[in-house]
T-cell receptor, first 112, second 107 residues
Framework: KAGVTQTPRYLIKTRGQQVTLSCSPI?????VSWYQQTPGQGLQFLFE???????NKGNFPGRFSGRQFSNSRSEMNVSTLELGDSALYLC???????????FGPGTRLTVL | KNEVEQSPQNLTAQEGEFITINCSYS?????LHWLQQHPGGGIVSLFM???GKKKHGRLIATINIQEKHSSLHITASHPRDSAVYIC?????????FGKGTLLTVNP
């Protein structure tokens, strides 16, 4: 079975731009979660989707949004990028609610 | 105070040593996860547990729900075990993470 894939793997943007990141979960997994990892804050939860419904959202500004499609693929969007948004963005999928998480390789976003 | 506290933050060991990493949490949880991240690498799930003890090879994870505490043990440590180990607690479809423990095992 293919693992969780994320595209793109690396991205460089400038302040004020917006970005869309994509995540394809393991086949059959319906739950997709997104996380931000920075050296200062470590790993932080962004949001979780299950069957196209967002079930929880972390403490991030409204510039961070996401969605999930009927095939369980998910996207997250960050608008009006700030320097502090530079981070590794990880998605993870799981087969069941609150189940074991399988992480993708991440998208490294650099905001200049 | 963070909801998930890990100790120690850094740990250096000699090959073959027995290693323990601790995790304490302050919220109600549905499950606790232990994750491994190699430098520049992705994150791998080692264990998910909600009670008792689990063992995979040289790794053992335990959890005490009443004391809100979990430990990750590595027996007969090896340089390839060098990585960051992260404790995370799950509740309400959300994971909350500890800051991680950087483990270095020297040959």
């Amino acid at each position: 079975k293919a693992g969780v894939t994320q595209t793109p793997r690396y991205l460089i943007k400038t302040r004020g731009q917006q970005v869309t990141l994509s995540c394809s979960p393991i086949s059959g997994h319906r739950s997709v979660s997104w996380y931000q990892q920075t050296p200062g804050q470590g790993l932080q939860f962004l949001f979780e989707y299950f069957s196209e419904t967002q079930r929880n959202k972390g403490n991030f500004p409204g510039r961070f949004s996401g969605r999930q499609f009927s095939n369980s693929r998910s996207e997250m969007n960050v608008s009006t990028l700030e320097l502090g948004d530079s981070a590794l963005y990880l998605c993870a999928s799981s087969l069941e609610t609150a189940g074991e998480q399988f992480f993708g390789p991440g998208t490294r976003l650099t905001v200049l | 105070k963070n909801e998930v506290e890990q100790s120690p933050q850094n740990l250096t060991a000699q090959e073959g040593e027995f290693i323990t990493i601790n995790c304490s949490y302050s919220v109600g949880i549905s499950a606790l996860h232990w994750l491994q991240q190699h430098p520049g690498g992705g994150i791998v799930s080692l264990f998910m547990l909600s009670s008792g003890k689990k063992k995979h090879g040289r790794l053992i994870a335990t959890i005490n729900i009443q004391e809100k505490h979990s430990s990750l043990h590595i027996t007969a440590s090896h340089p390839r075990d060098s990585a960051v180990y992260i404790c995370a607690v799950g509740s309400n479809y959300k994971l909350t993470f500890g800051k991680g423990t950087l483990l270095t095992v020297n040959p």
